[in-house]
């Protein structure tokens, strides 16, 4: 699996994901208000542009706005499937 199908995997894992705490309106609202992102309106990604930990660090930099360490907790599992990508902070 290549960097970029990683990372259209992962965060479409967390959109997901954000899409059951957040609802689906609001999880795509904001994912697509992320640079370099585009997601189609059942949330998954459609194409990353630019470096994907970039869009990454920002997509979970956004969700943590609205709903602070919940989003970083709820996601560590998803981050354990893809141990080579690195690290959020």
């Known amino acids: 699996m290549d960097d970029t199908t990683r990372y259209v995997a992962i965060i479409s894992e967390i959109i ?6 957040l609802g689906p309106d609001i999880a795509i609202l904001k994912a697509r208000g992320v640079t370099g992102l ?10 990353i542009k630019g470096d ?7 997509l ?7 709903s602070g360490m919940i989003v970083k907790n709820a996601l560590g599992s998803i981050f354990e499937k893809y141990p080579d990508i690195n690290k959020i902070n």
Do not use: C, F, P, W
């Not at 994907?52 to 920002?58: E, H, I, R």
């Open 16 to 21: 997901a994901r954000q899409s059951i705490i």
């Open 38 to 47: 585009t997601v189609n309106d059942e949330g998954k990604v459609v194409d």
């Open 52 to 58: 994907g930990n970039a869009v990454l660090q920002q």
């Open 60 to 66: 979970v930099n956004t969700y943590v706005e609205l």
